[in-house]
């Protein structure tokens, strides 16, 4: 992965230990230095921008090039439960998450500082958001002030390894004994490429961080039986918290005296605040991570204008240096602390509320401080910018006054002209209403007859979803849900949940979608939907909806990827269990593809995802694929199919029956295969092709699920349509290897797989009692 | 050691990609800064603009080179760049591509038009536009844009050795897509012989083009809270043309049975259909033809098409897709 920079031509790096210069990104560094820890565990999940963290060190365990067991976790919960779990286990623990992922897990994080079990986390900051945002700011950070994690912070990918050593080192310290987190901005550090000063044999950076202590408790001692997290009321409680206290400011002294020890290791230092010709400056921005070094340059222009600038950025924030703050302030007429999250209602972000109780509380009453809240959810902050900060600060230092303590910097009120209008109409309800699709109960058997017209009569419908998304040409998501949605007669309220199709047809300003829509986060879709349908039906009841005119009952549809039935599964089944009035419809293309294609629990046995790489020691995903149909089955709701864009009319008889179902029973689940060219390299236009191929092989059999009574709707062997899985995986780039020498054992395990799950449907299908 | 030829005022040496996702811009940019620092000894950074937006859509790459000795603190995006890198000119539709440039700068595109066309079209006054038909190569060596492009940016960008990037080539591709590697280095000797220059004098006394920053349409005075948004379906408005990497699907009316096979195929909802009485007099639904502001040229509905009603054919500079295409025709609210 890490790629050496010839360094015949550049300075000797300095410091007693022998060191390579690569050229790679901030997760790069975070994933190469795990490597040369060689963790024993990391649990993680797939978020934008700390996934690469997990690919790359799938990459590198491809390749045989570390030991560390990658465990990829059902969720951030999950993951945070799996590297607690490991924790305990004595040996070292890693991980890597961002954002609303960060906060999916925060529940699990002061457990575990609160029962003191050391492992890194790198929080690769990206803004915590509804609407989504996936970019940089430091508003997931800002939860984590009061985990109990001592902080780190990297403003470049060379601090971004560096301090990965230090974290595990003073994670481990006696006198800490608990989980650090280094903290990097999400793209502009862990995305951009720089060069990078490494140790360059493992053995140094092992003898650096020594062996784990083992003088501490663990779960895997048999001789020495212990009770971990035990039930703790008062007065107890308040003194394990007050050692945890104690632990936490130990740190700021046990990370002076490893960053020493480091300095003199590799010629790199770093001090608990970052100054930068703060010396005898009297104006100063203070500023986390990327962006102080944006200041930096600033300040250099400006001393050459003859004004006394000067940067302060932290490389620690838990334990604060307050006493360092305020004493490197003692001499500064003004700083503007720019803080790229807001604490609502605060009076300024955490930054800048915590600089000023420093100064408070160290007596300094001179230096005044400017807040700006800035640069949230990614956006850039340019050197003229940072330049206004320093102005900030100088025109308060003249004034002797402070006119604005906090606002806002970037925020643009918008022109009055741009104000939305709506552009198309609403659909009209006698288009969505054909009349040519009619679901009937048999008047005996209470079987549905389902009658559906030839697809050419169904294009006057209109299309539940505009043109103009912005999906990769060939996306099977989208041809694949308008068939779905085709088959739907009347109004439609549709629930997405986050991944590509989410993603791509709500980019701000714009929305392709014509009826109404909602987005809620990947764990949670199945949830929201069923609280937005009985709030329907209750309003619908109390007659409050009479005066919007609603003639008839909305079709409520979750949409949701195969991510989503991972993260989301136990909301799934919850909301099956209760048997609300709505569809799950599932598009599986066997990943996370809108976060890069990592593996999820979908994806089927061998197959290449970015997370499941192919090397010498490792074959694509080690496990076999999840038969959601068959989760779903066993929720005994009322209808459960599988479908395909390549069996358009059988997809549409089983969209009818979906509606028919949610309308008078309950919960139905469908899931649909969709082709995703990008991550499945193949050719944009075999999307059908594939698919049915997935169906003709029987890794997809169409069937359905009514009552309880499995019918298997298109069977390939009947058909003498049947064909062998490696005539579908030959179609696609990330299942070549298995086709090749060396795979043939994984292949007929797979083979077997998915002829044993065929069988066994056909057994289901033969039986009502099955 | 390699000597960069001009920098800017914190010692930068700046270029920028224009693409759109999936002609490998992001990858090329990779390439390119790691083998200005690993392979020539400058001091570099290079990065890309990261968004939801996919294969399709517009992309930035970025990348900085400065002497080995100079640190690099600036994250932002390139503003002013001394080479500007076009991955299709269809871009230049939609996007201010030169946004920036000096005067003396160099604007590379991949294009089937003459340079003082492309120099019309982009609004530029003075510089070298280097025109190159990367496209065309890429088809022909069964490769993508990007190393076309690159090679034609080693002959801009002379203060690097091709041999070097043919060395990173080799290393990008060896381990994973071995049967890639002669392909891409042909893709790159052609790129890198086959660009065409032309320098324009600038107007005495012309200003470097100034750089407009993206502004958002909205702002908090005019944004419902929220981020709800009111007038949804509104992407109807985008023209996605641009994401055809080209190839586009042609509509014969004469062979078409009306089966509605594209339709159910088609991602993008290009399809255009109208009610008209069928040979007995009754309403029917009849294909009128494609919408090509959408077509991303993914031909899955040629691939449908149980007859030769939908056929593939190459995309050129023709205005073919303008001239055929049908426009759906939407239920607009009124807007007074």
Redesign the interface.
């Given at each position: 992965m890490s790629?050496?920079?010839?360094q015949e031509?550049?300075?000797k790096p300095g410091g007693a230990v022998e060191q390579n210069i690569v050229?790679e990104s901030g997760n790069e560094m975070a994933a190469y230095a795990a490597h040369q820890i060689n963790y024993h565990i990391m649990g993680y999940y797939p978020i934008s921008?700390s996934t690469e963290v997990a690919q790359f060190l799938d990459g590198m365990k491809a390749k045989g090039e570390h030991d560390i067991v990658l465990i990829p976790a059902d969720g951030e919960h999950g993951s945070a439960g799996i590297c607690y779990g490991a924790a305990t286990g004595g040996g070292r623990v890693f991980n890597a998450t961002s954002a609303n992922g960060f906060l999916y897990m925060l529940e699990q994080l002061p457990v575990q500082s609160g029962t003191r079990f050391p492992m890194v986390l790198n929080l690769v900051n990206r803004s915590v958001s509804?609407?989504l945002n996936?970019?940089g700011d430091h508003s997931d950070l800002y939860f984590a002030l009061n985990t109990g994690w001592p902080i780190l912070m990297a403003r470049d990918p060379q601090i971004v390894y560096d301090m990965n050593l230090i974290a595990i080192k003073l994670a481990e310290d006696p006198e800490v004994r608990l989980p650090v987190i280094v903290s990097f901005?999400g793209?502009?550090?862990s995305?951009?490429?720089?060069?990078v000063q490494v140790l360059k044999n493992k053995e140094d950076v092992q003898k650096f961080i020594g062996d784990p202590p083992t003088s501490f408790p663990h779960a895997l001692d048999r001789e020495n039986p212990v009770t971990i997290g035990p039930y703790m009321n008062e007065p107890d409680y308040i003194n394990n918290c007050y050692q945890q206290s104690v632990a936490m400011y130990n740190a700021e002294k046990v990370f002076e005296r490893i960053s020493a020890e480091y300095a003199q290791l590799t010629g790199r230092e770093y001090p608990v605040l970052d100054l930068y010709r703060m010396e005898d400056a009297e104006v100063a921005v203070f500023m986390l991570n990327?962006?102080a070094?944006?200041c930096?340059?600033v300040a250099d222009r400006l001393r050459l204008k003859g004004i006394k600038a000067g940067v302060i950025s932290p490389n620690m924030i838990r334990p604060f240096p307050q006493q360092k703050l305020a004493e490197v302030l003692k001499n500064v007429k003004a700083v503007t602390v720019g803080d790229r999250a807001d604490s609502y209602g605060g009076y300024g972000g955490n930054m800048a509320i915590e600089l000023r109780a420093a100064l408070q509380t160290h007596g300094n009453v001179s230096t005044k401080v400017i807040n700006r809240i800035y640069g949230l959810g990614g956006k850039?902050?340019?050197?003229d910018e940072a330049e206004q900060f320093f102005l900030l600060a100088q025109e308060a230092a003249m004034k002797g006054i402070v006119e604005k303590p906090f606002d806002y910097f970037g925020?643009?009120?918008?022109?009055?002209e741009?104000?939305?209008?709506?552009?198309?109409?609403p659909?009209?309800k006698e288009d969505l209403n054909t009349g040519l699709i009619t679901v009937t109960p048999d008047e005996k058997t209470g079987e549905l007859k389902v009658k559906i017209p030839?697809?050419?009569?169904?294009?006057?419908k209109p299309?539940r979803?505009?043109?103009?998304?912005?999906?990769?040409?060939?996306?099977?998501?989208?041809?694949g849900l308008?068939?779905f949605f085709k088959g739907i007669e009347g109004d439609i309220v549709a629930l997405f949940h986050t991944g590509?199709a989410m993603?791509?047809?709500?980019?701000?300003?714009?929305?392709?979608?014509?009826?109404?829509?909602i987005h809620n986060l990947f764990q949670n879709g199945s949830a929201t939907l069923s609280g937005l349908v009985e709030m329907f039906h209750e309003r619908k009841r109390r007659g409050e909806l009479a005066e919007l005119g609603l003639s008839d009952d909305y079709t409520f549809v979750m949409v949701t990827g195969d991510g989503g039935m991972d993260i989301g599964m136990g909301p799934a089944i919850g909301t099956a269990l209760r048997n609300h009035k709505m569809i799950i419809l599932e598009y599986d293309n066997e990943g996370y593809m809108n976060t890069g294609s990592q593996l999820s629990y979908s994806t089927p046995m061998g197959h290449m995802t970015s997370t499941s790489s192919v090397g010498s020691f490792q074959n694509g995903k080690p496990f076999h694929h999840k038969d959601t149909a068959q989760i779903m089955a066993a929720t005994h709701i009322p209808y459960v199919f599988t479908g395909t864009?390549a069996f358009?009319r059988d997809l549409l008889k089983k969209a009818a029956k979906a509606q028919w179902y949610a309308k008078n029973e309950g919960l139905v689940y469908g899931k649909i295969l969709i082709t995703c060219?990008?991550n499945w390299k193949s050719k944009?236009?075999?999307?059908?092709?594939i698919v049915e191929a997935a169906v003709n092989s029987c890794f997809f059999p169409l069937y359905e699920v009514d009552r309880g009574i499995t019918t298997v709707t298109y069977d390939p062997e009947e058909k003498n349509k049947r064909i062998n899985v490696s005539e579908w995986l030959k179609l696609m780039g990330k299942t070549k290897h298995l086709l090749k020498e060396g795979s043939q054992e994984m292949l007929q395990q797979f083979d077997q797989e998915v002829e044993r799950r065929w069988r066994q449907l056909r057994a289901k299908h033969e039986s009502p009692y099955l | 050691m390699s000597r960069l030829p001009k920098v800017n005022e914190l010692g930068f040496f700046e270029i920028r990609l224009e693409s759109i996702g999936g002609l490998g811009a992001n990858l090329a940019g990779k390439m390119l800064s790691e083998d200005g620092v690993v392979g020539n000894g400058l001091n570099g950074v290079g990065f890309s603009s990261y968004g939801s937006e996919k294969k399709g859509s517009p992309v930035k790459a970025y990348i900085r080179f400065c002497d080995p000795e100079t640190n690099i603190r600036d994250t932002t995006p390139i503003e002013r760049p001394h080479v500007v890198g076009i991955f299709h000119d269809a871009l230049l539709k939609t996007i201010d591509c030169a946004s920036g440039v000096y005067p003396d700068s160099t604007i590379l595109v991949n294009s089937q038009r003459p340079p003082d066309e492309l120099r019309e079209l982009m609004k530029i006054n003075g510089g070298t536009i280097a025109v190159v038909n990367a496209t065309e190569i890429a088809l022909e060596e069964q490769t993508k844009v990007n190393t076309a492009m690159l090679g034609a940016l080693y002959r801009i960008l002379n203060f690097l050795d091709p041999d070097s990037m043919k060395d990173t080539i080799r290393r990008t591709f060896e381990k994973k897509y071995p049967h890639f590697v002669e392909p891409n280095i042909r893709t790159f000797d052609r790129g890198f012989h086959e660009v065409e220059f032309m320098t324009f004098t600038p107007d005495e006394g012309s200003m470097p083009r100034p750089f407009k920053r993206h502004e958002p349409v909205l702002g908090y005075e005019t944004q419902p809270i929220g981020g709800t948004v009111i007038n949804p379906g509104n992407s109807i408005l985008k023209d996605l043309s641009i994401s055809r990497a080209g190839m586009l699907p042609h509509f014969h009316d004469d062979k078409c049975i009306n089966c509605a096979a594209c339709d159910t195929a088609c991602p993008d909802f290009c399809f255009v259909w109208e009610e008209k009485a069928d040979k007995r007099g009754r309403p029917q639904m009849f294909l009128k033809g494609i919408d090509y502001q959408y077509c991303k040229g993914c031909l899955k509905c040629v691939q449908a098409c149980p007859v030769e009603a939908l056929t593939e054919a190459r995309e050129y500079n023709d205005g073919y897709a303008d001239r055929n295409r049908v426009p759906h025709l939407f239920d607009l609210a009124a807007q007074n």
């Open positions: 790629i050496d920079v010839n031509e550049l300075l050229f921008p509804g609407p996936i970019h901005d793209y502009f550090t995305h951009q490429k720089r060069r990327s962006a070094e944006v930096k340059d850039d902050f340019y050197a925020h643009a009120p918008g022109k009055t741009n104000a939305p209008q709506r552009v198309l109409n659909m009209k030839p697809l050419r009569s169904l294009t006057k299309k979803l505009a043109s103009g998304h912005g999906a990769c040409p060939g996306c099977g998501i989208f041809s308008e068939l590509c993603v791509v047809t709500t980019g701000y300003p714009y929305s392709s979608h014509k009826a109404t829509y864009e358009d060219p990008l944009d236009e075999l999307g059908q092709t | -």
